[in-house]
Nanobody, 121 residues
């Protein structure tokens, strides 16, 4: 199972760190991706991290503001979001899959419940 948490209400320019905890299985060979979906919009890729080597990849539009990391011992990944903008408002999801470096949501087999992030102007 996956569980994303840490969302909330933050002012524009602020920061927030989301966590994605894994349990009930062995995810050491999986890669993790973060996605988001704003109201009325399609789900979009945010970034991903290779579970073993820790290499990361991001949506071009978010590079420099968002950073993904992981703690293998805690089986938890993190999404650090800085300089938040109102357009970052969305439900954020974490997911795991076998394909490294992919931005396609269909390549991620397991999904967690999302966590709402709201950025006020």
């Amino acid at each position: 199972q996956l569980q994303a948490f840490g969302g909330g209400l933050v002012q524009a320019g602020g920061s927030l760190r989301l966590s994605c905890a894994t349990s009930g299985g062995t995810f050491s060979s999986y890669n993790m991706g973060w996605f988001r979906q704003a109201s009325g919009k399609e789900r979009e890729f945010v970034g991903g991290i290779g579970w073993i080597a820790g290499f990361t990849w991001y949506a071009d539009s978010l590079k420099g503001r968002f950073t993904i990391s992981r703690d293998n011992g805690k089986k938890t990944a993190y999404l650090q979001m800085n300089s938040l903008k109102p357009e970052d408002t969305a439900v954020y999801y974490c997911a795991v899959g076998r394909s490294y470096g992919t931005q396609k949501d269909s390549d991620y087999a397991y999904w967690g419940q999302g966590t709402q992030v709201t950025v006020s102007s």
